[in-house]
């Protein structure tokens, strides 16, 4: 291959990911792409994990659960797969308990639950209850599309 022939290969493939960006998205980004309502209890200990991956249109305020614990609540909107794999890592770290998912009403309300065993997610659509453990769920995508059928 010539420098001239390289030179212009490179070119149109730069031109093509400028003229159709959808072509540059991960695989994941590109299942979901609408903004979608979440709200988010995640327990102090838990906020800077949780911080680092999550980034959505929204505010984060703060609670008090039954117990008087101080609780984090991220609350707005983001894209689905950023949502799952936010909630993926949360989930492949935890030690103690697991998180309840609520898909009904067109909203996700996702909390944290000591009574679960670690690392497992509960689902609850309008469908019914699904429980997942944490080794069933080898990758965020898995949890994408179980949330889109949920939703």
């Not at 003229?19 to 540059?24: F, G, I, K, Q």
């Not at 609408?34 to 980034?55: C, D, G, Y």
């Not at 309840?100 to 065993?117: A, C, H, M, Q």
């Amino acid at each position: 291959m010539t420098r001239r022939c390289f030179l212009k290969s490179s070119l149109l493939v730069i031109m093509w990911t400028m003229v159709n960006p959808l072509w540059v998205r991960s695989k994941t980004s590109s299942i979901d792409t609408r903004l979608i309502p979440f709200r988010w209890r995640v327990p102090e200990v838990h906020k800077e994990e949780v911080e680092k991956t999550l980034r959505f249109e929204g505010k984060t305020t703060t609670e008090k659960d039954t117990k008087g614990l101080m609780t984090w609540v991220f609350v707005g909107l983001i894209l689905l797969p950023d949502l799952a794999k936010s909630i993926y890592d949360f989930v492949q770290g935890m030690e103690k308990g697991g998180v309840k998912i609520d898909t009904r009403e067109g909203k996700f309300d996702i909390d944290t639950d000591k009574s679960l065993p670690p690392g497992m997610v509960a689902l609850a659509s309008d469908e019914g209850t699904e429980l997942y453990e944490r080794d069933e769920l080898s990758t965020s995508d898995e949890l994408v599309s179980i949330l889109l059928k949920a939703h």
